[in-house]
T-cell receptor, first 110, second 112 residues
């Protein structure tokens, strides 16, 4: 059973920031929030993960609320190549249970 | 079934032994993927089946790894002469063609 909920779809104008929300209200203290994305017919691509602090890398930023019940993935300057399904995942780092949400289909519009 | 089912959920095997991992995809899903994830690492693509097309085997790390999908449904991933570096969680996912996919809960393989 998925432990995350995400909106099914979003649009974003090219060059603007894309903010993808995720709710994980039942997250446990030792569970991390991971974000992956799937570009059409390709395997999932790791984006970022975090426990409680905000994280940033070359692809995106992850903002986790203080109570850890929700998070937002931010793509600062969306490009057409960012069009994909984005999955928010909660899991224990050493665990084998992957709790995928429904994913958000992001469409970047020229 | 309602989801992707994988078995066994955990497998401990001795180095050098062969193992078979099973995946039952969602009924009607034409695409099936195998991935693995080593501790602390991201998902590593292994193999992809789509309908009756030849599978994409580009991710298989060595010729000790093979997979088949019988009747367009159940898939078996076989690892021959297992090595300690094969220890990982092996994930199967299925989808409708071009759709987002659903993962199984994985098989944790430990080679001792």
């Amino acid at each position: 059973d998925a432990k995350t909920t995400q909106p099914p779809s979003m649009d974003c104008a090219e060059g603007r920031a894309a903010n993808l929300p995720c709710n994980h209200s039942t997250i446990s203290g030792n569970e991390y929030v991971y974000w992956y994305r799937q570009i059409h017919s390709q395997g999932p691509q790791y984006i970022i993960h975090g426990l409680k602090n905000n994280e940033t890398n070359e692809m995106a930023s992850l903002i986790i609320t203080e109570d850890r019940k929700s998070s937002t993935l931010i793509l600062p300057h969306a490009t057409l190549r960012d069009t994909a399904v984005y999955y928010c995942i909660v899991r224990v780092v050493s665990g084998n249970q992957f709790y995928f949400g429904t994913g958000t289909s992001l469409t970047v519009i020229p | 079934g309602a989801g992707v089912s994988q078995s066994p959920s955990n497998k401990v095997t001795e180095k050098g032994k062969d193992v078979e991992l099973r995946c039952d995809p969602i009924s009607g899903h034409t695409a099936l993927y195998w991935y693995r994830q080593s501790l602390g690492q991201g998902l590593e693509f292994l193999i992809y089946f789509q309908g009756n097309s030849a599978p994409d085997k580009s991710g298989l790390p060595s010729d000790r790894f093979s997979a088949e999908r019988t009747g367009g449904s159940v898939s078996t991933l076989t690892i021959q002469r297992t090595q300690q570096e094969d220890s990982a969680v092996y994930l199967c996912a299925s989808s409708l063609a071009g759709g987002g996919y659903t993962f199984g809960s994985g098989t944790r393989l430990t080679v001792v």
